[in-house]
């Protein structure tokens, strides 16, 4: 799923597109429809062209709610930027193409709105090359400008296709099996309690799950989960999500805190950044500043350490080192925004270097800018590891290919994986770079779906001995080598027990019920009583039900021969045993022979020999049938 965010100056019809696009009014305020401006965050949903769900995060324009505008840019894959056609280039239009520019929005559709109120073609043509001049070296300089009006829905449905093919330009959020959900907004709803909403990212929440909500380290439980109004089991990476916790009140929470799973991540006071000061700032950058940090939905007071100069100059980049009054919660590769708290003014910002430094660092070290400037590029062991986040279960020849690492180096990260227990061995018997390999977090994570999934089908069929391998391996959507290794690793564990058809959980057995195993014992009597001449499986099922049936099947008590024939499987193994002893391998018998040596009808015979045949027990020679082998134990009892 994706998100997309407004940007743009104050009163050039942000909100009212949103509204004429999606048919909801992002303005949920009553002070912000009396006002008719934004004031805090607005959402909405709109399915495009290509039939994509995306949500919509509409935001303030006003000088004075900037800092309302960046709790929710952070999380958007999209930028739907909004210039006025009678107004043009504005403030407020320079200060969110800054914004919009340093977080990096991959990309992003300009709205040149209320063309209803310019007659003349000349003016819009103008105000379009002032645009282009406006974002040139910017993430928006090829953006495409769409021409529109709200009130009349002049150009709608080209503004949509030109955000569907934005999006369908921009890959979905990696599952990195670590999410984290920023709160942008908190509030109670009668019966429900405590709700929060954000965009989540890196990872999948579920209902039921136990969760965290950070820097506060307070726990919870997801109650329920909702995406654009409808209740949702999961909800994944890139998703406006709305979260119901229980045990926790809505007065512990605060916009800026992150939800996500136990141990995960952890807050921090000290981090290290990569800046970039924006060129038409009023003053350079000092050592010792005081300024107000804005990353995902927190905004917090920080100090400012600058490393290996003394001032940062306009437009210039460096590394600095920041400390919080607040912990917060960030990560490798966050971006983040500074600004100066009075006057108001966006400085500039960056990505996240380090957020977990040991301690201070000596500002004019030239080893710690050089290590800083290999953490920003990355690791060969992280370089890695992000590849395999993409790529799942794997050949780590296939694996160091996919990181663009030569052999030797992605061997030496490999090991470095393994040995901290990020990566492991899926082919165990293969511990080389033609063998499988997987994330310890997505290994951990199947094998316990793959249990969950067979203790699910042992509550809901107590009489089946087993769920069926094919459907096991469907509902896990893991391909057939991949599923037979985690077979294989649970049965070696003693956790499951499998056959060729069946996989079943060890501490799983059929019961039978009092009343149960009566008319099993009765239906057993028949078949010992006419061993070759049975019930059919009609009447068996009619005699003890088609659950009771199924269950004889999986125990092995009975041997199904054709779609109306059964024998049980002590008879099946009787004739078995007759048939190698009076013909051997070399001898050919035919159906009437088999009919004699059991004393049935030609029916149970064929139908006993077409399963011989299905088994690979027998050949077929004209009219007759030779053995292929001689029995084995297994086929004896399977």
């Not at 069946?502 to 039978?512: A, D, K, T, Y």
Request: aromatic share 6%; net charge negative.
């Amino acid at each position: 799923m994706h998100v997309i965010g407004t940007a743009g100056h104050v009163d050039h019809g942000k909100s009212t597109l949103i509204a004429a696009l999606t048919g909801i009014h992002p303005d949920r305020l009553l002070e912000e429809q009396q006002r008719e401006m934004t004031i805090d965050l607005g959402f909405a949903w709109l399915t495009l062209p290509n039939s994509e769900e995306v949500g919509i995060v509409d935001v303030p324009g006003h000088r004075d709610f900037i800092e309302n505008m960046l709790a929710g840019i952070g999380g958007i894959d999209a930028v739907l930027f909004v210039i006025a056609c009678d107004e043009g280039v504005m403030p407020q239009t320079r200060e969110h193409l800054a914004i919009v520019d340093l977080l990096q929005i991959p990309g992003g559709v300009i709205a040149l709105t209320k063309i209803d109120l310019v007659d003349d073609l000349e003016w819009m043509g103008m105000i379009e090359a002032d645009i282009r001049e406006v974002t040139r070296g910017t993430v928006l300089e090829s953006a495409p400008i769409v021409r529109v009006s709200s009130r009349r829905g002049d150009g709608l449905d080209e503004l949509k296709n030109q955000l569907a093919e934005i999006i369908r330009l921009t890959p979905p959020r990696a599952d990195l099996k670590r999410p984290r959900l920023p709160v942008d907004r908190v509030f109670t709803m009668a019966g429900f309690g405590t709700v929060v909403t954000g965009t989540l990212s890196d990872g999948k929440l579920h209902v039921g799950d136990e969760v965290i909500v950070l820097p506060k380290r307070l726990k919870a439980r997801i109650r329920g989960l909702q995406t654009h109004k409808r209740k949702e089991y999961e909800a994944v990476p890139g998703s406006r999500t709305a979260i119901n916790l229980s045990g926790i009140d809505v007065s512990q929470i605060n916009r800026g805190d992150l939800v996500s799973l136990p141990g995960l991540y952890h807050e921090t006071s000290r981090f290290d950044v990569n800046f970039r000061l924006l060129k038409d700032v009023s003053a350079p950058l000092k050592h010792n500043l005081k300024v107000k940090l804005f990353t995902g939905a927190t905004a917090v007071v920080a100090r400012v350490r600058l490393l290996g100069e003394n001032e940062l100059k306009p437009g210039a980049q460096g590394w600095l080192q920041l400390e919080t009054e607040e912990p917060v919660v960030i990560t490798r590769g966050d971006h983040f925004l500074l600004r100066r708290p009075s006057p108001g003014e966006t400085l500039g910002g960056g990505i996240v270097a380090n957020p977990h430094p040991e301690k201070r660092h000596k500002r004019f070290s030239g080893e710690v800018l050089e290590n800083l400037e290999k953490m920003i590029k990355g690791s060969p062991a992280e370089i890695l590891l992000q590849a395999a986040m993409e790529l799942g279960a794997a050949p780590l020849k296939e694996l160091i290919s996919r990181s663009g690492l030569t052999s030797e180096e992605g061997k030496q990260a490999a090991d470095e994986l393994f040995a901290r227990d990020e990566l492991v061995w899926l082919d165990v018997d293969s511990k080389s770079q033609a063998g499988w390999t997987i994330l310890r977090s997505d290994y951990n994570e199947t094998l316990q779906h793959l249990m969950d999934e067979i203790n699910t089908f042992h509550q809901a069929n107590p009489l089946r001995q087993g769920m069926p391998r094919e459907e096991l391996r469907s509902r896990l959507k893991l391909t057939g080598k991949v599923f037979q290794f985690f077979l294989q690793s649970l049965t070696s564990d003693g956790k499951i027990a499998q056959n060729g058809s069946l996989v079943w959980s060890v501490e799983h057995q059929i019961r039978f019920s009092n009343a149960q195993k009566q008319v099993v014992d009765k239906l057993l009597d028949q078949f010992k009583s006419a061993p070759y001449s049975p019930p059919t499986i009609k009447e068996c099922q009619d005699a003890v039900g088609k659950d009771v049936y199924f269950a004889m099947v999986d125990l092995d008590w009975l041997v199904p021969m054709s779609d109306e024939v059964v024998f049980r499987r002590e008879d099946f193994t009787k004739l078995l045993c007759k048939i190698e002893a009076t013909f051997g391998l070399q001898k050919p018998f035919t159906i009437a022979e088999v009919r004699d040596l059991a004393s049935t009808s030609r029916r149970f015979a064929l139908a006993f020999l077409e399963h011989l045949d299905e088994i690979g027990l027998t050949v077929r020679q004209g009219d007759a049938r030779k053995l292929k082998k001689l029995p084995s134990q297994s086929d004896l009892s399977r």
